[in-house]
C-alpha cells in the first residue's frame, strides 16, 4: 500500500461521496479484523462494549449514560448488564450522590479481561503496521487518529424514519 498524493482533496472542497464509501469501507474491515483478534472468552462483543465503557468512564457509569455512549435504551442494556454482573465482572449499586441512581461498576476481574482483550489486539495492529506499511504510511495514521476521533465525537444527525 502506498499513498496517493494525487488523491489528496484541496481545503475547502468538499467529501465526494466515493471517498467517504471508501474510508467507511476500509474502517469496517478493519474493525472486523480487530474483532478477530480478541481473546477468546465467551462474552458477545456487545457485552465487552458495555464493560469497556464502564472502564473508560473511570470504573463506574449509571445505566443511562451507558445506554447514551452506545446510543441505546436502557431496556437493552438489562441483559448485558445481568450476564456481566453474573459473571462477577461488574456491580450494580446505589448512587451515594442521589440514592434514587444505580451506579455500575467495574470490578477488577472485569478491568483485567478489558486490559487483556486490549492488549492483544493492539498487539495484532502494532505488530501488522509494523510488517505491512512503510514508515509514512505510519506517520500518516498516527497522524490521522485524532482526526478519526473528531469525526467519532461529531454530533450524531437525526435519522429520518421511511
Do not use: C
Not at 450476564?83 to 472485569?110: K, N, Q, V, Y
Amino acid at each position: 500500500m502506498s499513498i496517493d498524493s494525487t488523491a489528496i482533496t484541496p481545503a475547502g472542497a468538499g467529501v465526494s461521496p466515493p471517498h467517504a464509501t471508501e474510508l467507511r469501507e476500509a474502517m469496517l474491515a478493519l474493525t472486523r479484523r480487530l474483532r478477530r483478534q480478541r481473546p477468546r472468552h465467551y462474552l458477545t462483543p456487545s457485552q465487552m462494549q458495555v464493560l469497556g465503557d464502564v472502564e473508560r468512564s473511570g470504573g463506574s457509569s449509571a445505566p443511562v449514560d451507558l445506554a447514551a455512549m452506545q446510543g441505546v435504551r436502557i431496556q437493552s442494556l438489562t441483559s448485558n448488564l445481568n450476564a456481566l454482573e453474573a459473571e462477577g465482572f461488574i456491580t450494580r449499586s446505589p448512587d451515594p450522590g442521589d440514592r434514587r441512581r444505580l451506579l455500575i461498576r467495574i470490578t477488577d476481574s472485569g478491568t483485567e479481561l478489558v486490559a487483556a482483550d486490549r492488549e492483544q489486539r493492539d498487539s495484532w495492529l502494532a505488530e501488522a503496521m509494523s510488517e505491512e506499511l512503510t514508515q509514512l504510511e505510519r506517520d500518516v495514521l498516527h497522524l490521522a487518529a485524532p482526526i478519526l476521533w473528531k469525526l467519532a465525537r461529531s454530533p450524531e444527525p437525526l435519522v429520518q424514519q421511511a
